[in-house]
Nanobody, 115 residues
Framework: QVQVVESGGGLMQPGRSLRLSCAVS????????GTWYRQAPGKQRELVAE???????KYTDSVKGRFTISRDNAKNTFYLQMNSLKPEDTAVYYC?????????WGKGTLVTVSS
């Protein structure tokens, strides 16, 4: 079965950096698009960053210039490099791996940015 596992979350002080990983296993088909979402307590889930198969990326405005999404197709892994973290980045971050056969979600990893 397909499994999506996020890792790398934790507690960071503002201004610090963190890299999240999203490992996808069990696939017998290619993952075309990898997306990072986040959901803060009491708020709607939002798209943070997305990377397509051709390397095209998009970001929500609040993270542009600070976050970078990337992928390693050989490892079937997506990453989110988060720099200059702000308290408002605090959320559970979810990875979604999309293929023509469906979407696969991880359970999330918590990022807390606080002094």
């Amino acid at each position: 079965q397909v499994q999506v596992v996020e890792s790398g979350g934790g507690l960071m002080q503002p201004g610090r950096s963190l890299r999240l990983s999203c490992a996808v296993s069990g696939t017998v088909f290619p993952i075309n698009v990898g997306t990072w979402y986040r959901q803060a307590p009491g708020k709607q889930r939002e798209l943070v960053a997305e990377i397509a198969g051709d390397g095209t990326t998009k970001y929500t405005d609040s993270v542009k210039g600070r976050f970078t999404i990337s992928r390693d197709n050989a490892k079937n892994t997506f990453y989110l490099q988060m720099n200059s973290l702000k308290p408002e980045d605090t959320a559970v971050y979810y990875c979604n791996a999309r293929s023509p056969w469906g979407d696969y979600w991880g359970k999330g990893t918590l990022v807390t940015v606080s002094s």
